[in-house]
């Protein structure tokens, strides 16, 4: 799986949106990029991912660069319930064999101030 | 509500024993996967199963043993072996037909004393 660079830390306004970055510059032409993010002492959860088009879901927005070296996952409108570490992973979409492990990183540490 | 449980959240035992971590399913994932995490520390991968009655060691198999007798069951045991056992212990699952992401349970945090 590529490597994934991510800042240590950020925060922002509660109802303003939040923009967190990740640098991938050796991704591979077959791999996605995915976000996770864990809230203290609980289980990382799923967020989003995409290949080479920007996607949208309920929960948050992710820009793909054209050269996909690099991606920036939007929080609308962030909450104080969104303070989470974020986790960017890049890897292939399929789970099998030598690909069934998800490599976690430290993540950026979100933290959204009233 | 489909997902995963993890039971118990919080678990105590004693140096020494052995201690077996519950994680379910209904998502009918084939693959089911155990992680340790440690404070500050990203996921390391202990086993993981992608049939039943199979399953491989990951990165930190160690001290730890694990069964697949159902499709929606894979329990991790903590045996005496495991030289640092105190943890949060967190279960997955995917599919393996598409491309997916993997579902998380809420996690077991361990403590040995």
């Known amino acids: 799986d590529a490597k994934t660079t991510q800042p240590t830390s950020m925060d922002c306004a509660e109802g303003r949106a939040a923009n967190l970055p990740c640098n991938h510059s050796t991704i591979s032409g077959n791999e996605y990029v995915y976000w996770y993010r864990q809230i203290h002492s609980q289980g990382p959860q799923y967020i989003i991912h995409?290949?080479?088009n920007n996607e949208t879901n309920e929960m948050a927005s992710l820009i793909i660069t054209e050269d996909r070296k690099s991606s920036t996952l939007i929080l609308p409108h962030a909450t104080l319930r969104d303070t989470a570490v974020y986790y960017c992973?890049?890897?292939?979409?399929?789970?099998?064999?030598?690909?069934?492990?998800?490599?976690f990183g430290k993540g950026i540490t979100l933290s959204v101030r009233p | 509500d489909g997902g995963i449980t993890q039971s118990p959240k919080y678990l105590f035992r004693k140096e020494g024993q052995n201690v077996t971590l519950s994680c379910e399913q209904n998502?009918?994932?084939?693959?089911m996967y155990w992680y340790r995490q440690d404070p500050g520390q990203g996921l390391r991968l202990i086993y993981y199963s992608q049939i039943v009655n199979d399953f491989q060691k990951g990165d930190i198999a160690e001290g730890y043993s694990v069964s697949r007798e159902k499709k929606e069951s894979f329990p991790l045991t903590v045996t005496s072996a495991q030289k640092n056992p105190t943890a949060f212990y967190l279960c997955a699952s995917s599919a393996l037909d598409r491309v997916t992401e993997a579902f998380f349970g809420q996690g077991t945090r361990l403590t040995v004393v």
């Open positions: 992973i890049v890897r292939v979409g399929y789970f099998t064999g030598a690909n069934s492990k998800l490599t």
């Open positions: 998502l009918n994932h084939d693959a």
């Open positions: 995409g290949l080479k």
